[in-house]
């Protein structure tokens, strides 16, 4: 099995920043898109910024300019690093990769647990 466990939420003003980390965790498996997702009360869950494992990236629009997803495949790690952050991005922010076990090509999605990320205004 494979373990997603997501750091570095937490309270911040706006206008503040902060970086979230997910890393990966168990034995023989490979991963390929990894990204964030965010929930907040009342909404649905929705993807905030995704990368490949060759690079490529892809950022939801509210988010452009102002968070950079980056990932260090030899750690199996996905970072979000969040600047200019507003309070309407409050939500429980998940990490999300798409892993296949032991030698499979077969991809299959995992998700953290979740890590709440608060902005005041």
């Known amino acids: 099995q494979v373990q997603l466990v997501e750091s570095g939420g937490g309270l911040v003003q706006a206008g503040g920043s902060l970086r979230l980390s997910c890393a990966a965790s168990?034995?023989?498996?490979?991963?390929?898109?990894m990204g964030w997702y965010r929930q907040a009360p009342g909404k649905q869950r929705e993807l905030v910024a995704d990368?490949?494992?060759?690079?490529?990236?892809n950022y939801a629009d509210s988010v452009k300019g102002r968070f950079i997803i980056s990932r260090d495949n030899t750690k199996n790690t996905v970072y979000l690093q969040m600047n200019s952050l507003k309070p309407e991005d409050t939500a429980v922010y998940y990490c999300?990769?798409?892993?296949?076990?032991?030698?499979?090509?077969?991809?299959?999605?995992?998700w953290g647990q979740g890590t709440q990320v608060t902005v005041s205004s």
């Open positions: 999300k990769a798409s892993v296949a076990l032991g030698y499979s090509n077969v991809y299959y999605p995992h």
């Open positions: 168990g034995s023989r498996f490979s991963s390929n898109t």
């Open positions: 990368i490949r494992s060759g690079g490529n990236t």
